[in-house]
């Protein structure tokens, strides 16, 4: 157990629904991001909070948002699902913010 | 702009073969440099990393990085390899804001492990 926490961890829904994703960060982590990992495109960032606030924001769709609560969990959604879209989903989190992230075992989306 | 270049996406060894995987990474600062190792349905888990200091680091698993400067790389080695190495192993380099996040990954090398 890394700690971090994501929920659910699969998820099917189909095409042109709306989705949330949920991640709980470690224990004194501020910062969490998001990533999005799929065959064709690898590892990609989509977005960073650090405590409630948008820090960096990278190849996030608009169909796609995010926030970070006061109790520092965060909330991935994804409205008006394409097949393109089934994707593994992650979440890290870290104390530093160059100091490693750890990461959450993940959310398998699939759109069908 | 810093960047990460994972040499081969798949590398093929047997077992208590040695395990190198190849990183070299572009920074226009002194980097920090991570390598992350990621099992089959499973998130990515911390290997090692190198901040400051000693450039020979040890991570879990008995998995080493050297930080060479001159050479802008951070290599991946296991003398002996084991079947349970078998997982896909990210190299990662820090930045500081950008819109990439903090962390800047490679595409990700594939290790099979034969018996």
């Known amino acids: 157990d890394s700690g971090v926490t994501q929920t659910p961890k699969h998820l099917i829904t189909a095409t042109g629904q709306r989705v949330t994703l949920r991640c709980s960060p470690r224990?004194?982590?501020?910062?969490v991001y998001w990533y999005q990992q799929s065959l064709d495109q690898g590892l990609q960032f989509l977005i960073q909070?650090?405590?409630?606030?948008?820090?960096a924001k990278g190849n996030i769709l608009e169909r796609f948002s995010a926030q970070q609560f006061p109790d520092l969990h965060s909330e991935l959604n994804l409205s008006s699902l394409e097949l393109g879209d089934s994707a593994l989903y992650f979440c890290?989190?870290?104390?530093?913010?160059?100091?490693?992230?750890?990461f959450g075992s993940g959310t398998r989306l699939t759109v069908v | 702009a810093q960047s990460v270049t994972q040499l081969g996406s798949h590398v093929s060894v047997s077992e208590g073969a040695l395990v190198l995987l190849r990183c070299n990474y572009s920074?226009?600062?002194?980097?920090?440099l991570f390598w992350y190792v990621q099992y089959p349905n499973q998130g990515l888990q911390l290997l090692l990393k190198?901040?400051?200091?000693?450039?020979l680091v040890k991570g879990i698993n008995g998995f080493e990085a050297e930080f060479k400067k001159s050479e802008t790389s951070f290599h991946l080695t296991k003398p002996s390899a084991h079947m349970s190495d078998a997982a896909e192993y990210f190299c990662?380099?820090?930045?500081?804001?950008?819109?990439?996040?903090?962390?800047?990954f490679g595409k990700g090398t594939k290790l099979s492990v034969k018996p």
């Open positions: 890290a989190s870290s104390v530093k913010e160059n100091y490693g992230y750890t």
């Open positions: 224990s004194g982590d501020l910062s």
């Open positions: 909070y650090y405590n409630g606030e948008e820090r």
């Open positions: 920074s226009s600062v002194p980097p920090y």
């Open positions: 190198y901040t400051t200091g000693a450039t």
């Open positions: 990662a380099v820090s930045v500081y804001g950008g819109s990439q996040g903090n962390l800047i």
